[in-house]
């Protein structure tokens, strides 16, 4: 990697970035944190997975492209952001764990699987549908293949903040990054994470028998998950 320069956090720093824990998360829970950073262009990617080092564990998380305005929120980070939704993203894992809810291949791996994200902060010019995209997913690519190699952990992403279609009108980011990195998922997740909210949260008010006529429900934002709870 010519361009980029690697730096691995360990749990001992990362333990300082990471949001109070709450819920099922054991409070030994541990995240390793893969930055890269783009020498010249001043990229900076933060990869973090709960997936021990030569675990071959999959970490499974999305790849977030942050958005400008998520970029200039005040104290934004991507280690730190990186490290919060991951363990989100562990949390998800652990009840899938315990229900046993999954497709076949999820199944089958449900002991391998840990919580991981994704987060990449572009320069002006290189997020998608500008004109130095490909060269920030070239970059992304370069990235996923190191992190992978020097781990012994296994990335599984995909969609997140950030994607669309390129520069060149007819390449989706997703599909270009699925054509070159075997962990690089197409699949929209925000419908079955959307479906899957809307049915707990029904779940959670039958269980205390309250209708959903008789209740106030507020939404905090439309986006991509939001979108489908509406």
């Keep these: 990697m010519a361009d980029a320069k690697r730096e ?7 333990l300082k970035l990471a949001p109070p824990l709450h819920g099922p998360i054991p409070p030994e829970a541990q995240v390793w944190v893969y930055r890269y950073t783009h ?10 997975t709960l997936g021990e080092p030569q675990s071959q564990k999959l970490s499974l998380g999305g790849f977030r492209i942050v958005p400008e305005a ?20 562990e949390e998800k894992v652990y009840w899938s764990r315990i229900l046993k809810v999954g497709g076949t291949l999820a199944q089958r791996n449900l002991a391998r699987i840990v919580g991981g994200k994704c987060v990449l902060l572009p320069s002006k010019g290189s997020r ?54 075997k962990g690089a998922i197409t699949a929209d997740t925000s419908r079955p994470t959307g479906e899957g909210n809307y049915y707990f949260l029904l779940g959670a008010l039958r269980a205390f028998a309250v209708p959903v006529k008789a209740s106030v429900l507020a939404l905090i934002g439309v986006g991509n998950i939001g979108d489908h709870l509406l």
């Design 39 to 48: 020498a010249t262009r001043g990229w900076r990617f933060s990869i973090a």
């Design 128 to 181: 998608i549908g500008e004109p130095l995209d490909r060269e920030l997913l070239d970059f992304a690519l370069e990235c996923f293949h190191d992190m992978e190699n020097c781990s012994g952990v296994n990335l599984v992403t995909g969609q997140d903040l950030g994607h669309g279609m390129l520069s060149d009108g007819l390449t989706s980011s997703l599909q270009y990054l699925n054509a070159r990195f």
């Design 70 to 89: 998520r970029a200039a929120l005040p104290g934004f980070d991507t280690d730190r952001e990186a490290i919060g939704l991951a363990l989100g993203m």
């Design 8 to 14: 691995v956090l360990e749990p001992s720093a990362t």
